[in-house]
């Protein structure tokens, strides 16, 4: 038995945290045991306890840009110590095997794993843009202190290889992968349609993210408002929360779709559990991220539904979407262009259909859940031979 530690940046159901429930819940059981240590309650923690997963709460502190500044930093470094230390005693008790660090804003692992002289498997799905001296620090300390790095896409290797920390073969591509039963074609969405007031023969454009500074929920409306007066049965579809501490930025995104001569069909919903809904509802779907997006599972989600997708051309978008195949890529932070784009699918139905079947088969083809558990369980076994 391979006993692993699993420590996450959050305990809520976006990407990152979605893909590391995945893994585990698909993991082999009579060969791996999954412990998971998480910072904070939510809804990730009733899902593992759901699957019988053995998960714990303790408030370790995550690099978030609220400990940048003097007094963060100490705030940061005292509990940093103080919690991984009792990570330390947590693992020793489980008689851990392999440190599984999920996203690079985790650096508790990096010292639960030298001072028990075991392996750290890191996965790190963001694109750190700015600060620079942020991408540099977490790239060194992940190079320093990690047995393999995985990425969830090309567009982030390619980035961790730009600090000159790693050598090309210290990471490794494991692209994320969905359950393609729970997300399908088929799903119902009439539900949502009656709940939100849109009529059957309208066309739905949406998003799904993290409210955040760039996600792009800013273009997404500009975009929103430029197809919404072309098109008077188009409704638009905006669904996410932000951080907590940051409710700001869901405030002024409301404020900003108030202003909208258009209000009346542009629907802001926040936090939804029902995803799979969601996607079935959507015509198209549009994930503008004005910073570098690494694999957005979003996109993944959405292309298993059988959905054309239009992103910004970067990051792992690139990688998802293969354009004129599946979707349409729009220049950076152009919202004009996004919504031109958009709009090349709104008017013709049958490339909506065909593009949605596209994305289906690419994603059984190039990102499925089956072949995502194996080459984790593949890097484990690696870890360990000599166990």
């Known amino acids: 038995m391979i006993n692993i530690l699993f420590l996450h940046a959050g305990a809520e159901m976006y990407g990152a945290d979605k893909v590391m429930l995945d893994l585990i819940r698909r993991l082999d059981k009579t060969k791996y045991k999954p412990y998971v240590v998480l910072p904070t309650n939510g809804v990730l923690v009733d899902a593992l306890k759901k699957e019988n997963i053995d998960v714990s709460v303790l408030p370790y502190p995550i690099m978030r840009r609220k400990y940048f500044n003097f007094k963060g930093i100490a705030q940061y470094g005292a509990g940093l110590i103080k919690y991984s230390n009792q990570l330390v005693r947590f693992a020793k008790k489980h008689s851990i ?32 843009v700015s600060p620079n001296v942020m991408f540099k620090f977490t790239s060194r300390t992940i190079a320093k202190n990690s047995a393999i790095t995985i990425t969830d896409s090309q567009a982030v290797k390619d980035h961790l290889l730009e600090s000159g920390y790693f050598k090309d073969n210290t990471i490794k591509v494991i692209y994320n992968g969905v359950d393609a039963n729970r997300f399908n074609p088929g799903n119902d969405s009439s539900y949502l349609r009656k709940e939100w007031n849109i009529p059957a023969d309208a066309m739905v454009v ?8 760039w996600k792009g929920q800013k273009d997404f409306l ?42 009346d069909r542009i629907i802001n ?6 995803s799979e809904g969601i996607y079935k509802l959507y015509d198209i779907f549009v994930l ?100």
């Open 269 to 274: 919903v926040g936090y939804r559990t029902d």
């Open 288 to 387: 503008p991220s004005t910073n570098p997006d690494p694999l957005p599972t979003v996109v993944l989600e959405a292309m298993a539904t059988g959905k054309p997708v239009v992103g910004y051309r970067h990051g792992g978008v690139c990688e998802m979407v293969k354009e004129g195949y599946n979707g349409l890529l729009a220049e950076v932070r152009n919202p004009t262009d996004l919504a031109k784009k958009v709009d090349t699918l709104l008017s013709n139905e049958e490339l909506r259909k065909t593009m949605g079947e596209h994305s289906r088969d690419r994603l059984l083809e190039n990102f499925s859940i089956e072949s995502y558990v194996k080459n984790y369980s593949d890097e484990y076994d690696r870890l360990t031979a000599d166990k």
């Open 222 to 263: 500009k975009a929103a408002n430029i197809l919404l007066a072309k098109h008077p049965n188009m409704y638009a579809v905006l669904v996410g929360a932000a951080f907590a501490g940051e409710e700001w930025r869901e405030k002024e995104l409301a404020d900003e779709i108030g202003k909208s001569p258009y209000k």
């Open 97 to 128: 095997d392999v440190v599984h660090t999920n996203t690079a804003a985790v650096q508790e692992g990096s010292i639960v794993a030298r001072k028990l002289h075991i392996p750290q498997l890191w996965s790190v799905h963001e694109i750190i």
């Open 206 to 213: 949406g998003m799904m993210g993290r409210v955040n500074s």
